[in-house]
Every structure is written in C-alpha cells, then in structure tokens.
C-alpha cells in the first residue's frame, strides 16, 4: 500500500498570513497518463471532507484560488496564501492512482 | 448536481450487523465506482473497499475484507455497505464517495 505522510500535524496561523504544508507518498503518483493522482481535502468540524484540489494542481469548482496545489511525484505542498478563519479544520492529502486509496494523518489548521 | 446522500444513524450491539446506504443522484451511477470510508472519533480517515458501478467488481482493505460486504442497485442508483461481527472499535462516522467528490453527509454507526 502507498504510505502519505503529512507535516506538520498542525499549523496555527494569524488571519491574513499563508500557510503551507506538507505531504510525501511512498511511490510516485505519476500516471502513465501523465496526471498525477494526489488529492487535497479539508475537514471542517462536524462536516465532511470536501475536495480542495485534484490530480495535484487543479482547484475544484468554488474552491478559492487563494488555496493552491504544487509539487511532483512523491512530494506535494499545499499553500494558503492568505489564510481566512473559515479555513479552519483538518487538511487530508489523499493519492487515487492504486487501491486502496490512502490518506495522509491530516495536518490541522487553527487561527491564533 | 452530484450528490450522494447516507441513510440515518445506527446503533448496534457487539456481534450484530450494520447495511449503511448511499443514494447517487445527478450523475450516471453505473459510470463510476463507489468507495467507503470510516472515520473513528477524532481519529484520520481510513479506507474500507470500492465497488465498481455497474461490474460488481470490488476490492475491501485487508482489514475488513473477511467482515465487509459491499453492493450496488443500478436501478435505484444506490450503494450498499455491510460490516458484520461489529465490534466496539467499528464505532465511527462512515462515509460513501465518488473519488474525488462528493462525499455523502456521514453515517454514525455507534456499537455499544
């Protein structure tokens, strides 16, 4: 199985200052179809994980493009450039190109 | 839109059975597979098994591949989630998905 890892574990960020974390898979996530299956949730309290970002770069439909995705094969970044108070909750990377698909710990985000 | 909604909340003894249902709505069902994943209390998200939409392949994690059975309705755009021989650490939120997106609301299934 494809092992994520995320750091850090949990972020506290003052409103109006980026943010960034981490994410590294075990295999590379590059398809011979040339897209990269990595994926970027948010877990808000008491919700579901809503998609953030797709095969690595891609903002999903009414995701804010202050949220960006980066990075390649193994290693990955998610980035905030301004971080807002609704972005709290818990940041899942999460790689579809085998099964199982497998998620990283989550890094949480909290506003000071 | 693409939507998936769960069926309600279950509270079950140890060594019964739970079905959790999730009705897809807004997109065509047998196109896409079905996955499944749980959510212990603020624990990370982990992966129980896919089902293909309109094969009935499937694939369970290792972990529940003796006590899951997972199945799908085409003529009612519906998947099926079964776990048996519950056990106290089965108590979680578990969630239905079209990777990426969307995910269903949640299902609580509590065993005590």
């Known amino acids: 199985d494809i092992v994520m890892t995320q750091t850090p574990l949990s972020l506290s960020v003052t409103p109006g200052q980026p943010a960034s974390m981490s994410c590294k898979s075990s295999?590379?996530?590059?398809?011979?179809?040339?897209?990269?299956?990595l994926y970027w949730y948010l877990q808000r309290p008491g919700q579901s994980p809503q998609l953030l970002i797709y095969?690595?770069?891609s903002r999903f439909s009414g995701v804010p493009d202050r949220f960006s995705g980066s990075g390649s094969g193994t290693d990955f970044t998610l980035k905030i450039s301004r971080v807002e108070a609704e972005d709290v909750g818990v940041y899942y990377c999460m790689q579809g190109i085998d099964l199982p698909n497998t998620f990283g710990q989550g890094t949480k985000l909290e506003i000071k | 839109q693409v939507q998936l909604v769960q069926s309600g909340a279950e509270v079950k003894k140890p060594g019964a059975s739970v079905k959790v249902s999730c009705k897809a709505s807004?997109?065509?069902?047998?196109?896409?597979?079905m996955t499944w994943v749980r959510q212990a209390p603020g624990q990370g998200l982990e992966w129980m098994g896919w089902i293909s939409g309109h094969s009935g392949k499937k694939k369970y994690a290792q972990k529940f591949q003796d006590r899951v059975i997972m199945t799908t309705d085409t003529s009612t755009s519906t998947g099926y989630m079964e776990l048996r021989s519950l056990r106290s650490d089965d108590t979680a939120m578990y969630y239905c998905?079209?990777?990426?997106?969307?995910w269903g609301q949640g299902t609580l299934v509590t065993v005590s």
């Open positions: 295999q590379s996530l590059l398809h011979s179809d040339g897209r990269t299956y």
């Open positions: 807004g997109y065509t069902f047998s196109s896409y597979g």
């Open positions: 095969e690595l770069s």
């Open positions: 998905l079209r990777v990426p997106s969307p």
